[in-house]
């Protein structure tokens, strides 16, 4: 059997040909080049305006990178028409392994992309003997490619996050759906203010969002400020992933300033390596840490105070009437107020002042959990970490896009899997 059979098995292309398969001697990596011709009377298809127009001239020789296989780089070398069109000049012609002025083919690029989702960039070109570059020009076109196709139709609930992005206080907005029969990532954009949610939903479009019945966020003003005027009439949710992470901040500042405070006093210090201990729910916790956290609490120190509170808010959860789940999350702000414990103060006046959006959350009937929000959040973090040293906000954006967006891919690249 020829290679050329394999080929005209999972691309067959219909004004081309394969013609001679070669081994290139002596280049550096082994490789194979595979000669393209067009087929005889064919004539051109003009690259601006996709019409068949007469030939002109021919360009020299160029190569195309395909799929690798068994450890040979593999190239279509192929000299381009040109067509003499009257609406657009003289052109080159389209081709149809390849897009634009690309050097990969559209398979590669796509085989590409493929893995890029179960590796990480950088080992994808290791694994392929190519470049990071080439990787991330790949997953480009994909995540390009995905965005035009995909289907917006029938987004009911949408979630907004944000993470901390590269040091310092750089922030990512995502916006995600979270109906049940769809999770994905929507939307990317810089930074977390007014005018990015803005921008969301400019793209998003006036339609889809006035018929949307659940947003879900964080209690951050810029989000609450815009989604109360282009979504005032979903249902607006403040997200419990995003509650109890203000909660766990709290305690951490409380543990670590009174750390601090013990050791300029000279106690012993008992709250060192507590960290994890408080802000892990107690069914969590290992044997050992157990022992600990119940050592601790004989002590009255504002960090196992602090614990205490939060372990006791863990109930609000579990009311289903929204005016119970009121009484209690009014009581439980009055009892932490007296706390004088200050970053929990502070989180009881920020519960006080979201109280109807709190409550919200009973009405939905509780219909998203926070590990919807939350697990996209672990997976967007872990994949602007494994982008680190991409730098650019672009790489991110592509990379989030690509991991969590749930992107269509043309049908026919399912052949190189
Ligand atoms: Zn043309």
Known sequence: MQIKTILNRIQKFKSFVYGAVRLVEGAPVPTLEVEIQPRSNSRPVCSGCGHKRPGYDRSPERLFEFIPMWGHKVFFRYAPRRVDCPGCGVRVERMPWVSGKHR????YAWFLAGWAKRLSWKEVAEAFRTTWDHVFCSVERAVIWGREHQDLS???AIGVDEIAWQRGH???TLVYQIDSH??????????????????FFRWFG????QSLNFVCSDMWKPYLKVIARKADQAIHILDRFHIMAHLSKAIDEVRAGEA??????GYEPILTKTRWLLLKRPENLTETQDTKLSELLQYNLRSMRSYLLKEEFQLFWSYTSPYWAGQFLDKWCTKTMRSKIEPMKKV??????????????FRAKKQFSSGIVEGFNTKAKLTTRKAYGFRTYRAAEIALYHALGALPVPKTTHVFF
């Open 170 to 172: 750089r922030y990512l």
């Open 182 to 199: 769809c999770k994905r990532l929507l939307w990317v954009g810089e930074k977390r203010t007014v005018k990015t949610l803005l921008r």
């Open 104 to 107: 990969l083919t559209e398979a």
């Open 348 to 361: 009881a006046r920020m519960l006080r002042r979201h109280r109807p959006l709190l409550l919200n959350w």
């Open 260 to 265: 601090k405070e013990l050791k300029q006093k």
């Open 206 to 209: 006036k339609e889809r969002s």
């Open 154 to 156: 029938g987004v009911k």
